[in-house]
């Protein structure tokens, strides 16, 4: 399988491209890089200290995209929106794990789905994707009595907040609840914000140090509460699961899917609404 890479010189590129380099099976043909990056026309083996590989880092994504069965893409969200158009262009499946995609961008991805298979995931680790489903379960058992906040702590590097894990979650939740996350969403407290409303989705995001990525979803009623929390300590989870996205995206009928469908789990056909 001939995959390529986007954003090649990131936290999560350099990751992929280790990961890629020793996968059974893969063949890596070409990673990108933005315009001015100093990575520009150095070897793509040698950028992660290893032996030189003979392809040449490039900023252009079309010859990429061209050459590779499979794009794995954790770039920026308006360079990932216009990978997707090409993907469309090209016939290459497209993994990617950008997050703080616009609903532009997301319209873009959405209609390159109908072309080729795209599978978008705001968090790729095992455990993230598990909770997803259990959020959504103890979402659907609860009732407004029980007020829900999502909490998360990243790295100081990072640029986007809430994290799109924090909103997949939330999303988790508001599923559970039956209601549109967009209606009951609050995004942070500042100031004199009043009690807070029945029904309200809560999030807040803290920054410091090299934290990889907290999320605790809080389940709070009179007298008790319920959290559910994923620790990730290394990247590497992150990375184990795009190369499993990678591999399953080859050959697959277009369409838009999730890690879920890669990891073939889904609690949710367990519990039926109300059946608890
Ligand atoms: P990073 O800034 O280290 O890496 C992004 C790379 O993309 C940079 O090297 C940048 O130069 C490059 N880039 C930007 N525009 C480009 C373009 N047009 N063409 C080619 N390359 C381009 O960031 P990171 O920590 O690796 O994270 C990247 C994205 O992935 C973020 O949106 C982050 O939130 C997300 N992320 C997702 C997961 C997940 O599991 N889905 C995990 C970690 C990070």
Redesign the pocket.
Known sequence: MRVGI??C?????QMLLKLLITAPGVLVVGG???RG?HVLGRDLGALVGGEPLGIIIG?N?EPLFEQADVVVD???PA?TASHATLAAKTGTAHVI????LDNDQMGAISRAAQRVPIVL?????LGVNLIEQVVEEVSRILDTDWDIEVVEMHHRH?V?APS?TALALGEAAAKGRGVQLRRVSRRGRDGQVGPRVKGEIGFSAIRGGDVVGDHTVIFAADGERIEVTHKASS?EI?GR??VKAVLWAAGKRPGLYSMKDVLGFNLGSAAQPGGA
Do not use: L, V
């Not at 794990?97 to 703080?100: A, E, N, P, R």
């Not at 995931?121 to 680790?125: F, I, L, R, V």
């Open positions: 986007a954003g010189a990131g936290r999560m590129g990108t890089e933005r990056s900023e994504p954790f770039t920026s360079a794990g950008t997050t703080g995931a705001a968090n790729m680790s990072k986007d799109g990247r992150f699961g795009a």
